[in-house]
């Protein structure tokens, strides 16, 4: 029987590289989470904490044109930081952190979970492709979600500051630009990693949530407790790992590390090399689970 027979089509498409099988897993991921209409409350109590800087910024500009004495609105900005430097956006990184976990635990489980649970991963992995491809489409649909909560935020309100001044801010604080891009890839790179590690091992969403509360809240309040509380060395401050990209994003914004409170902090370079650990180790357990998968070719 011929193949026109059994209504089989040849395939009329251009025959790609294994390596650009990197997007259609990351875009197949994001549309899974985009879907969920739980995500898109969660993106908009994300942007609660963007419009309080996008209007205060306004409000400040306006009050400009007011007839009050310059000491207040100097005041003013120093006080609520709203006054175009690192702080600023170190601050605005600061506050979105507790959104982005709460995002992510959700997309967890549903980017990489359930590939595990129900069998996804071995349909992925049985077509010619690695497991580098697999693991970087999904690192890349992870790194889209923490991006539009944080770095992409940051630039518009960087542009803004900037519309409302004057053109010189974007000519004297171009190293701005590459300090919010900095801080958004140090915590693209953690976060990713450590969120498909975990949703590799948990799965499920439920003990994903647990896990992921646990790290990002239980350590960090652990942490606080040992040093500030029993006096115990500073570097056990270390386990915080949000802490960790507070002060390496900190360093990209050049802003001084003592400005963070409470005080006193380890140093830049022992969280640096925290993360740079605990992102080698995500990587490598991520590897030999995606390696143990059984996979008819």
């Known amino acids: 029987m011929g193949p026109s027979l059994l209504h089989y089509r040849p395939w009329r498409g251009q025959l790609r590289d294994p390596a650009w099988s990197v997007w259609p897993i990351a875009r197949v991921g994001l549309g899974i989470v985009l879907r969920r209409k ?7 109590l994300a942007l609660l904490f963007f419009l309080m800087f996008f209007f205060g910024q306004y409000l400040l500009a306006y009050a400009d044109t007011m007839d009050l004495p310059p000491i207040i609105l100097q005041q003013a900005r ?6 175009g430097t690192g702080t600023m956006y170190r601050n605005f990184f600061r506050f979105q952190g507790s959104m982005v976990v709460i995002v992510l635990a959700l997309a967890g489980s549903v980017l990489m979970g359930n590939d595990f649970q129900f069998g996804s991963l071995p349909f992925y992995l049985s077509k010619p492709l690695s497991p580098q491809h697999y693991l970087a489409g999904k690192f890349l649909a992870v790194a889209v979600l923490v991006n539009l ?6 630039l518009i309100l960087f542009a803004q500051y ?4 004057s053109w010189d801010y974007f000519l004297d604080n171009a190293d701005l630009v590459a300090g919010i891009v900095a801080y958004g890839l140090v915590l693209t790179a953690c976060l990713s990693l450590l969120l498909l590690a975990m949703a590799g091992w948990l799965r499920r969403t439920i003990p994903l949530i647990m896990a992921w509360t646990t790290l990002f809240f239980f350590l960090r309040q652990l942490a606080f407790a040992l040093v500030y509380i029993l006096g115990y060395d500073v570097r056990w401050r270390l386990i915080d790992l ?17 400005s963070i409170r409470p005080l006193p902090q380890p140093e830049t370079y022992e969280a640096a090399l925290v993360l740079g650990a605990v992102c080698t180790v995500c990587l490598i357990y991520l590897n030999l689970r995606i390696r143990a998968v059984e996979i008819v070719r």
Do not use: E, K
């Open 38 to 44: 739980l995500f898109w409350g969660l993106y908009a």
């Open 78 to 83: 120093g006080g609520l930081h709203l006054d």
């Open 162 to 165: 900037g519309l409302l001044t």
């Open 242 to 258: 949000w802490n960790n990209t507070l002060l390496v994003g900190t360093a990209c914004l050049g802003v001084p590390r003592d």
């Open 149 to 154: 909560v944080t770095t992409l935020p940051a």
